[in-house]
Structure formats: C-alpha cells, structure tokens
C-alpha cells in the first residue's frame, strides 16, 4: 500500500483447541490481504474518512485479526471493524491496543469457518484539498458559467490504488493517488447561473463605490444543489470575439443554499455614492437615558447609460428604528443656488431590508444621472435607550 504500510495477520484458534487458557500471542507480518476497495469521502471539510474492503479467511471458534500500520496520520482512536458478508454469524469480542506501536488487535469469534468480507473505516490526516472556481460571465453580465475544481494534495503517507473519490460536490469518480501526489479535476460544472452585478457601498469598509457579482445560492438562479465551498474564484467575460477578458478574481466564502456568494470585481468609477450625516438631535430624554435622532444623506450618481442596481449597507447598533425615508431628485449641480430636489417615489426605486441587529441595506434601482440631475436618499435613524 505504499509508504504507509498497512500490516494485518490473522491468528485462528478453534474453540476445541484453546484448553485451558484464551492467551494468545502476537502474531506478526506474515501475509497482507490484498485490499478489494478503498472509499475516500470527502464530504466534510475538518476529517477524511476512509472506507475499505478486505476478505479474510476465519475459522470456526476465535480469531485474531492484527491490525498494524505504519508512516500514517491514522486516528487510532477512528478505526472500525465491520464483517459485511460472512458464511454464518461473526462477532467482535473485544478489541487491544499493544503499547508502543501503531496497532490493534481484534478478537472476532466466527459461528462457521470460511471467507468473511469486512469493511475497516477510519479518519485519516493530511489528505488536502481546495476549491477553485473559474466563472465566465456573458456579454450582457446577465448569466455566467461556473467550473468548480477540486485539487488533491496527498501527504497522508498512504497511497491509494483505483480509489472511489466522493468529493463534497459533484460525482463520484475513481482516481489513483500516490503519497506526495496532488491532482486538479472538475468537480462539477454550473452553467446558465443568473447574478447580478450590484454596486455596493459601505462606509465601514471604504469611501468609494465597490463592484460585485452577487450570486444566490438557490434553485431560481439555477444554483442550490449543494453548499458552495470556499475558494478563490477567477472572473472573466465573453469578449464577443471568441475569447474571454479577465475581470479579477476574489475569495469565494463558504456558502450555504439560500445565501449570496459577493465577488469584488474592482471599484466603481461612473457609479458613485456620497454619504453625509446631516445632522444629531437628542430628543426625548428621560433622566440619563435619551434618544438619538440622526438625520442622513446619500446622493447616488450613475454614469452609465442603463440602470444599474446599488446596495448601501448601514450599520447601526444597539436598539435603533429607521424612519422618515425619502428619495429626492437634485436639478442643478451642487454649486448652483438655484438647484432644487423634487419628490420621488420611494418605493418604486427603493427596498430596505434590515438583515440583521447591526446591518441594514438599502437596495436602489439608480436610473442614469447628469451633474445637473441627480438623486438624494434621505433617511432618519432613531437610537434609543441611549446612556
């Protein structure tokens, strides 16, 4: 089995010969039984679990079955043994470890003499792996295709021959993998996926307006079979000539069915938002427990010739209420006196969505802008219980 040497001896004592005494001696290497299959499952990402079939010939009566290896990041702890097929009923009795080596003995009493097929599982280390993802986006940044890659990395000491691979996504596959070895292979390949491209701003990570591919992990965006890995992800688009132009590449956090994968494309410069806080008011004070009322302002301009969606993400804290929403639209440059903002319809361009305690997004469908015609959101937050 390569460098890691997996040593299993079986020693049979009829009941009719045992006497006196159960004592048995270690047996030694005489023979390895040849390893019929080898299972590696991959589906979770903090232990691989191996799986493998071996057929052992037992005699009526106690056996003892010497299970020794070598230069393996084997969990002793993690090893199980199984009989899958056997001529009659096969029991464990009990099971040692011998001091000082990596090894195990199990006792195993056998109602008939004759083949037993036994399955041995066990947690193995330093079998690696990583995910990549390598997504191409159509011309109209509408839809893109995903390869998902999986890349083995084998430090495990162990070496496994025509192994069945079950990684944590796509299909089974039968590989090879030697000790040391490392090998890339489509995991599974994630077509028509429907994103948006959002522009997103937070002035708790930076004052500019970010780029993103946002990518929902469900059934409607033709994703949501699976949990998506973590990895780094590469992002090109179709060039409309045949070929591809590299966008960028981002780490792809872990994500679940039902929740959004961001990719940072870059930052925006023809979609910019501006934030300001207009102003702060105590109101309603109640001995040394008050309110905060604060008023702020978002001026989005859009450069483009097409709609584009914006996301602002607010984070207040504490016990906070958001009210008093408005979304104007500026006429005049900011350094004419006679600019004017008229009313908009709020809800026609705009959706808020508390996410969370801490966060809040504002989700704004931005029509194209001119210096002289721009447009202002206005929202009033509400801090209370404040000491």
Known sequence: MGRGVWVIAVAFAA?????????????????????????????????????????????????????SWANTYIDKGSIQFRVIKAPGK?????????????????????????????????????????????????RGEKKLTMRCYLKMHNTTGERFVNANIYPKIGDRYKRSLDNGEAKLVLARKLT???????????????KETEMRYVLKNDKQHNLGLFTLPPGKVRIYQDDGHGGVAFLGEDWGATTPTGEEMKLFLGLAKDVVVKRALM?????????????????????????????????????????????????????GEDTDPNKKEEDEDFAKFVKVEK?????????????????????????????RNLW
């Not at 589906?43 to 057929?55: G, I, P």
């Not at 009493?109 to 990583?130: C, D, T, V």
């Open 355 to 383: 996410k969370n305690v801490n966060e809040v997004i504002f989700h704004a469908k931005l029509p194209p802008t001119t210096k002289e015609r721009k447009y202002i959101l206005y929202y009033t937050l509400y801090l």
């Open 192 to 206: 028509n996926v429907a994103f948006d491209k959002i522009y997103e701003f937070d002035a708790n990570r930076r």
């Open 279 to 331: 102003s702060t008011e105590t109101v309603n004070r109640r001995g040394p427990v008050r309110d905060v009322k604060q008023v702020y302002r978002f001026t989005l301009e859009n450069f483009k010739k097409k709609e584009v969606l914006v996301r602002i993400v607010e984070h207040p804290s504490g016990e906070w209420e958001i009210k008093d929403k408005k979304l104007k639209v500026q006429i």
């Open 15 to 67: 009941l009719a010969v045992l006497g006196a005494s159960d004592t048995f001696g270690r047996i030694k290497l005489v023979t390895l039984p040849q390893r019929e299959r080898i299972d590696v499952r991959l589906e979770k990402d903090s232990f691989t679990l191996c799986e493998e079939e071996r057929t052992l010939t037992l005699q009526q009566g106690r056996n003892k079955v010497d299970f």
């Open 90 to 138: 096969v029991n464990v009795l009990c099971v040692s470890y011998p001091p000082g080596e990596n090894a195990l003995v199990w006792t195993v009493s056998s109602e008939q003499a004759g083949p037993a097929k036994i399955r041995i599982s066990y947690l193995i280390a330093n079998f690696n792996r990583y995910y990549t993802y390598r997504a191409i986006a159509d």
